[in-house]
């Protein structure tokens, strides 16, 4: 592999472009997102798992673009919650809810929940499909357990609820690059970025 | 902390009981088994997933030595099978069953679901529990699929049908070092030791 290489990431998302970018600096490789591809419309989501959602996301734009493809689905596991928001994590409280709608609806759902009954953990599932059809995983997991009142204002989404674990703060009290180092998204990025260098070797 | 510190492990496995003193070698930690405590007898594994299992045998261990626990529970988790054998994987076929019934069992089920919906991963979960009751836990995943016959003779369980994910190998064809770098549980445990640091400073 001499020249570079384009890829595709399957989101709008200018956080997640701009973070996969960075990691990809001492690569070859050349990261498009949907901006590039504006014909592809909205991508459908419709899965029951991170992994199906990223699946999908994945090869359809690989399918589309003819290029290798990344996709991420990401979201909370609330152990008293049986699991939820899971997948439901960005649409907790509602279709346009915003993240602080979302947190009240968590903080309400467990308000009767002690301290050591509020374990959870962010997930974090990377596609990486080939326009061939062979799709690659990561995951990565952080965690932690919710707060009764959010602290903290780096992050987004549930970060200001999350108290991660073994420490004593939320997620939204760590600075972006100690949140790298151990996030869900963190870790599955790392496992994700082996892979596209293997897979495109 | 300048003297030793005994942990116990919430295991009779020999195998897991080296790999875990190998990873410690370079603390000051002294790792004891359920070998060192005979009179606790067989630890039950009751629960619906590994987080749960590894939960209830670090916390019993915990309680009844005093001394910080630590368990895992592992298994192969198939999508074609929704997950399965997840939890039972160690008795898929039975209550006495061996790896080769198991492999077979595993080989039954899948007998015409073709190479590409044969995706899975091997997933372990650690748990690591303070007599105090604190529980504190680490995940790891190895993806991959399942070949159509046996494959190697290193690893045990289910690693020779388990190709591994952007390899044409099965884990039971990766040395016993490779296999540590990439696997479920080689992941779990590094991130367990630590965490084993952090909550014994």
Same mark, same amino acid.
């Given at each position: 592999?001499?020249?570079?290489?384009?890829?595709?990431?399957a989101t709008h998302n200018q956080g997640k472009i701009k973070e996969l970018k960075l990691?990809? *600096?001492?690569?070859?490789?050349?990261?498009? %997102?949907?901006?590039?591809?504006? !014909? /592809? @419309?909205? /991508? !459908?989501?419709? @899965?029951?798992?991170f992994r199906e959602n990223a699946r999908q996301k994945a090869e359809t734009v690989a399918k589309a673009t003819g290029l290798v493809a990344i996709a991420d689905d990401s979201g909370l596991e609330v152990d008293a919650l049986q699991g939820a928001p899971g997948v439901y994590s960005a649409r907790f409280a509602g279709k346009e809810a915003d993240d602080e709608a979302n947190n009240a609806k968590l903080l309400q759902c467990l308000a009767h929940t002690p301290q050591d009954k509020r374990t959870a953990r962010f997930r974090s599932v990377i596609a990486i499909a080939k326009p061939s059809g062979e799709c690659y995983f990561a995951e990565g997991t952080c965690e932690g357990s919710i707060g009764f009142r959010p602290k903290g204002s780096n992050g987004f989404g549930y970060d200001p609820l999350f108290i991660v674990q @073994?420490?004593?703060?939320?997620?939204?009290?760590? %600075?972006? !690059?100690?949140?790298?180092?151990?996030?869900?998204? @963190?870790? *599955?990025?790392? !496992?994700?970025?082996?892979?596209l260098l293997q897979v495109l070797q």
């Open positions: 592999m001499v020249l570079a290489e384009y890829i595709v990431m990691l990809l *600096a001492d690569t070859n490789l050349k990261l498009l %997102s949907l901006a590039d591809f504006p !014909e /592809l @419309g909205p /991508l !459908e989501e419709t @899965g029951q798992t @073994g420490d004593k703060r939320t997620l939204a009290e760590f %600075s972006i !690059e100690e949140k790298n180092k151990i996030s869900h998204r @963190g870790k *599955a990025l790392r !496992e994700a970025k082996d892979i």
